[in-house]
């Protein structure tokens, strides 16, 4: 966890150095398909945010303790050590978004070598159609390749890869458990052989 918040702040240092508006864009895609979705990060706010053609995908916060539900009434906590933010679903193009409040965080009990992570969700604005989370992505587990150039994420029905950024300050190394989130809950395309690559642009 020391070493984590090293990372992070060192992370955070590099990003508001480097980008004139505190930004920083990555993208995660499928190595099969070359579709997938782009991220930007705000150092200043440890905010990362995707968006599609409908609107806001994944909105989450790093190194905070809050997240509020609706602006300035009512809030949920954030436990040290985890993140805390919204998936947003949608019925289709231009359609109604459900908006779905996420506190994720490590949980005990990964096979060795892994670490363990557990989503909770609480639905905010209900979304009719079949778009949903799956039940899947609530539990996952992470296990960086021995070299650190991959990350292997594995669900109880499925197990992809995705290749890292070679910088160690990559947001996406600090925080490995949002790019893993990001791929099981749906916020980036499938890829039909399970591999992506996750880039600095």
Same mark, same amino acid.
């Given at each position: 966890m020391e070493r984590?918040?090293? /990372?992070a702040a060192l992370a955070a240092a590099l990003l508001l150095s480097a980008c004139a508006h505190n930004l920083a864009s990555m993208?995660?895609?499928?190595?099969?398909?070359?579709? %997938?979705?782009? $991220?930007?990060?705000?150092?200043?706010?440890?905010?990362l945010e995707a968006s599609g053609p409908e609107g806001p995908i994944v909105r989450f916060w790093t190194d905070t303790k809050e997240i509020w539900i609706k602006s300035g009434q009512i809030r949920?906590? +954030?436990? @040290?050590?985890?993140?805390?933010? $919204?998936?947003?679903?949608?019925?289709?193009?231009n359609q109604k978004k459900g908006r779905v409040a996420v506190i994720l965080c @490590?949980?005990? %009990?990964? @096979?060795?070598? *892994?670490?363990? *992570?557990?989503?909770?969700?609480?639905?905010?604005?209900? +979304?009719?159609?079949?778009?949903?989370? @799956?039940?899947?992505?609530?539990? $996952?587990? /992470?296990?960086?390749?021995?070299?650190?150039?991959? /990350? =292997? =994420?594995a669900t109880e029905t499925s197990k992809v890869k995705v290749s890292l950024p070679q910088s160690e300050a990559s947001f996406f190394r600090v925080h490995p458990e949002l790019l893993a989130f990001a791929l099981v809950s749906g916020? =980036?395309?499938p890829s039909r052989v399970g591999t992506y690559a996750a880039k600095d642009e």
């Open positions: 984590r918040s090293a /990372l993208s995660v895609v499928g190595t099969d398909t070359g579709v %997938g979705r782009d $991220f930007t990060y705000e150092a200043a706010t440890h905010r949920r906590e +954030v436990p @040290p050590g985890c993140d805390g933010g $919204f998936i947003y679903l949608y019925e289709g193009p @490590p949980r005990d %009990g990964a @096979p060795a070598g *892994w670490t363990g *992570w557990h989503a909770s969700l609480e639905e905010l604005t209900k +979304v009719t159609g079949e778009k949903q989370i @799956p039940t899947s992505a609530l539990s $996952f587990d /992470l296990q960086p390749s021995a070299d650190g150039t991959d /990350l =292997v =994420v916020a =980036v395309p």
